[in-house]
């Protein structure tokens, strides 16, 4: 067998960028070692803009998926309260005092409180606070806070 030796550095690199280099030779079988072929998907001069808008496009569809799996169930419509609708239910608690706001509603919990009266106080739409108590101490803290 004859030893060929391989061309010097110069030759090999001068070929580069010639038809045929880079390819395994044609013939035998020889597979093909890479292959140029067409862009999957023809969209035009804007072929760069097609990935990024189906991936706005997937996740806007996520974004409804997971909006219509987690959502409340109910409509916008019927999530609004009825000017009609009937008195918030406290459960146990009893309104006993209607204040204009947050530091008046404090101060009497903190009468109430020193009075060995547990109290909770609730912001309502209006912006108006209530102070909310156990049945059992209502009569008392009435008539603690002057009401």
């Not at 550095?9 to 140029?36: D, L, M, S, V």
């Not at 569809?61 to 000017?83: D, T």
């Amino acid at each position: 067998m004859q030893d060929r030796a391989a061309p010097p550095a110069a030759e090999r690199f001068a070929r580069i960028g010639q038809p045929g280099h880079g390819r395994a030779p044609r013939g035998a079988g020889a597979p093909e070692r890479c292959h140029h072929g067409h862009v999957p998907i023809d969209a035009g001069s804007l072929h760069y803009a097609v990935g990024p808008a189906i991936a706005v496009v997937v996740v806007c569809l996520l974004g409804l998926l997971l909006r219509w799996v987690f959502g409340s169930g109910r409509s916008s419509a019927a999530a609004r309260v009825r000017p009609d609708a009937a008195p918030p239910d406290y459960g146990l608690l009893r309104p006993v005092a209607l204040l204009p706001g947050r530091p008046e509603a404090n101060a009497l919990r903190a009468v109430l409180s020193d009075a060995g009266i547990r109290s909770t106080a609730n912001v309502r739409r209006d912006g108006r606070v209530e102070v909310l108590v156990f049945p059992d101490d209502a009569d008392r803290a009435r008539r603690l806070g002057g009401v």
